[in-house]
């Protein structure tokens, strides 16, 4: 009698455990939703930092899982990035909300578009200018 090597459990359901095993103990060896959005927002902000840093000055930007928003919230959406304006030594904020913009966006190309978006629309604001002006593909956004 042979016996074969089992390659799905019992049930058929495939092999337990994950698919790689990391080279490093406590690090995955793929990248996180969380890691993938961060990298996201990294490039789009480099993009726009590097035409406008001249007139931004001392912005921070930054990545909050979900909005607080006040047991009354009435409005209909969820928003999706907020500008807390500097005032003195402190810079002003520019802060996406992660889930809600993942929960929008059907691919990767959406996510970066929406991205993209949100990020265009806070520094137009900042700056007080159309959204157009500060990045030129945002206009192109629209038409899809």
């Given amino acids: 009698m042979t016996t074969r090597r089992r ?8 092999m337990r455990g994950p698919a790689i095993l990391p080279r490093h103990p406590d690090t995955p060896e793929r990248p996180t939703a969380r890691q993938r959005f961060d990298a996201v927002v990294l490039g789009v902000v480099g993009e726009v930092d590097e ?14 899982e979900t909005p607080l928003l006040p047991d009354d919230w009435d409005a209909d959406h969820v928003p999706l990035g ?20 993942e929960h929008r ?8 578009a929406l991205v993209l978006t ?4 806070q520094v137009a ?7 157009a002006e500060v990045d030129p593909r945002y206009g192109d956004l629209d038409d899809d």
Avoid: K, M, Q, Y
Wanted: aromatic letters at 4%.
């Fill in 82 to 101: 907020s500008l807390v304006r500097g005032a003195g030594p402190r810079p002003s904020r520019i802060v996406l909300f992660r889930r809600p913009i």
């Fill in 51 to 64: 035409r406008w840093r001249d007139r931004l000055g001392l912005v921070e930007f930054a990545v909050e």
């Fill in 118 to 121: 949100v990020v265009v629309e």
């Fill in 7 to 14: 390659t799905r459990d019992r049930r058929g359901r495939g």
């Fill in 125 to 131: 604001d900042l700056l007080g200018i159309d959204a």
């Fill in 105 to 112: 966006a059907e691919s990767r190309s959406d996510l970066e």
